[in-house]
């Protein structure tokens, strides 16, 4: 059997945050962006558009492509931490606008990691248990409610979007999700995160004055790692499959920075051409960019049935993955 990925879906908020509109922000210009980043402009949610607002239109397209009823879901995972409320689960409430009430549904947190480690849960869970025949994984965000829009160094990063998959298990294995590779290093928790708001430390008013409840980030030594990171889990997910670079028609990298795509293209020895690239665009749309750069390529014709593609994701944990899929 084979768990397959029947369509894809994604959404991004209307609004669009131009690299010229943060110009009129913070001390910042649309050439520093571009260059050290790649982001052109992102997407930033409207204040009362809610996480599940946003993962209900990309869950709608999935469907629509895929011919599959709300109701034949019996499996929902969501990636964020950028969720509707502490609790319940943002799942919850996209299964509620989605009437997706036949579904066992949670969320789960590895950041930007989110998607691939939502793919591996379903696969497992789908693998394991017949009952799960038709699922949703997805990635969403609202991670502009956690920006700090007076911290240059992080403002900039971000933007809000959606992307989603469906899966369903199949007697089939010509084609579905292949091997992946997921892993976790606790010791770098403080290198990219939102220090309160939890229960480590709740909200206050010193932490308001010290502006805690937002994204702070070494980005530097994210950047290093995140590499690193990358190449080791492609070069695992590949080696497991016994596949080579040059079998794979597209690397998905966690969209965050044009240059850690760049870099980790280049250590794998792929070229433009197999290094799908869309951060100019959205900005880092955390748990959400995976899966929103892989609906612009099933959506644009760039994958044809039989062709490998491999995503690879780091995230704060820091988390970090790669999967390899048959498409
Ligand atoms: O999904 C995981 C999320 N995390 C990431 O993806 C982050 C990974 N890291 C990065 O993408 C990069 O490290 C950044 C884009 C965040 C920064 O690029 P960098 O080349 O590592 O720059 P830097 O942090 O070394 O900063 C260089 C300079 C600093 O000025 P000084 O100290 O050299 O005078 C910063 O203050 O650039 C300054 N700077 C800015 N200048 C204009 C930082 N942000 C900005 C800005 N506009 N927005």
Not at 17 to 26: G, Q, R, S
Not at 41 to 53: I, L, T
Not at 103 to 122: E, K, M, P, R, W
């Amino acid at each position: 059997m084979s768990v397959k990925i029947l369509g894809t879906g994604s959404y991004a908020p209307e609004k669009v945050l131009t690299n010229f509109d943060l110009e009129k922000m913070v001390d910042t210009s649309d050439e520093w962006i571009r260059t050290r980043t790649g982001i052109e402009e992102r997407h930033v949610g409207a204040k009362d558009e809610a996480a599940s607002d946003i993962a209900l239109k990309a869950c709608q397209r999935a469907l629509e492509m895929s011919g599959v009823n709300a109701d034949e879901i019996d499996l929902m995972v969501v990636a964020t931490v950028s969720g509707d409320k502490p609790f319940p689960s943002t799942s919850c409430y996209i299964q509620r606008k989605l009437e997706a009430f036949n579904s066992v549904c949670f969320d789960i947190q590895a950041a930007c990691s989110g998607f691939l480690f939502g793919l591996d849960v379903a696969n497992s869970m789908m693998t394991f248990n017949p009952s799960y025949k038709k699922a949703l994984v997805l990635g969403v965000e609202k991670i502009t409610y956690l920006t700090d829009w007076t911290d240059r160094n992080t403002c900039v990063l971000f933007g809000d979007g959606s992307g989603a998959v469906v899966l369903e298990r199949s007697d089939d294995d010509t084609s579905g999700l292949v091997s992946a590779k997921l892993a976790c290093d606790g010791r770098y928790t403080e290198i990219l995160v939102v220090p309160a708001g939890g229960s480590a430390k709740p909200i206050d008013e010193e932490v308001l004055k010290n502006r805690e409840q937002f994204i702070t980030m070494a980005g530097s030594e994210v950047f290093k790692l995140a590499v690193n990171m990358m190449v080791g889990a492609c070069k695992e997910v590949l080696e497991k499959a016994g596949l080579k670079t040059t079998d794979i028609r597209w690397l998905i990298p966690h969209q965050a920075n044009k240059r850690i795509i760049g870099a980790v293209g280049k250590r794998l020895n792929l070229t433009e051409r197999n290094v799908f690239i869309n951060v100019n665009k959205y900005g880092n749309t955390s748990a959400a960019s995976i899966p929103i750069a892989l609906d612009e390529i099933v959506r644009t014709g760039q994958i044809e049935r039989g062709e490998y593609l491999l995503l690879t994701a780091f995230g704060a944990g820091l988390t970090w993955g790669a999967s390899l899929i048959k498409w």
